[in-house]
């Protein structure tokens, strides 16, 4: 294989000229404009900016939850504006796992419940699924807690079974939005440590964050202004 072939076939994601623009009371405002980038398989990006930047945007549209007004958006080689519904809830699960700042557990559910939410939309579902919850949440540090529900955890142990339950399906991409904005600084350095023993392994990891802090644990920043791209460094 060339390499510009086994370069292509590293990127797992990339966003294309997207431009991103929203009616708001009677004006346009272009949260992202025109933006190009490439996400390769094993990395670990931050992406910085202040309120309005687009971080937020980007990350919305990476996720599947939105799509680009003009540009294209490609996921593990399917251009997403192409497909379906069905086709795009398929790709999305297969491809995606999802850490949100305020951990998004459901209160009824066990710890291992909680990690096993993914899984009811696998058809067909995955045998061994109850192992495989096990097993992650003995990954994240939280085998003594299987049956614990969220009120009975700390919030850095609440992050752990948002991370557990973003690997359940064994995605190509962790997407995680300011997976630290609820912890204190000790919590949010094992949550980090975490997270960089995942990537290590050879996950990839796109994070928004707004600490310079956390973006120093990443190996790539990019940096967004007025929904363009201000900065790209790796470190």
């Known amino acids: 294989m060339s390499d510009q072939r086994r370069a292509a ?3 797992v994601a990339s966003v294309r000229n997207v431009t991103k623009i929203y009616r708001l009371g009677g004006h346009d405002v272009r949260a992202l404009d ?5 996400f390769r398989r094993g990395d ?25 007004t003009a540009g294209q958006y490609v996921l593990g080689g399917y251009d997403v504006a192409q497909l379906d519904d069905e086709s795009l809830s398929r790709v999305r699960g297969r491809y995606l796992g999802f850490v949100f700042q305020s951990y998004n557990l459901i209160q009824q559910l066990s710890v291992v419940e909680n990690i096993a939410v993914p899984l009811a939309y696998q058809r067909p579902v995955r045998p061994g699924g109850q192992e495989l919850c096990v097993r992650l949440a003995t990954l994240v540090g939280l085998a003594g807690r299987l049956d614990h529900r969220p009120t009975q955890l700390s919030g850095g142990q609440q992050q752990r079974v948002a991370i557990a339950r973003a690997l359940v399906n064994n995605p190509h991409v962790i997407l995680a939005d300011e997976p630290t904005g609820n912890l204190d600084t000790a919590t949010s350095r094992e949550i980090m440590d975490l997270l960089a023993a995942l990537n290590e392994a050879g996950r990839t990891i796109v994070m928004v964050t707004h600490e310079p802090d956390i973006a120093a644990r990443a190996k790539r920043v990019i ?13």
């Open 9 to 11: 076939a590293d990127v």
């Open 34 to 38: 025109g933006l190009s980038i490439e």
């Open 44 to 68: 670990f990006v931050a992406i910085m900016g202040s309120s309005g930047s687009g971080k937020s945007t980007l990350l919305n549209l990476l996720g599947c939850l939105d799509r680009p």
């Open 223 to 235: 940096s967004l202004r007025d929904g363009k791209i201000a900065s790209d460094e790796r470190q």
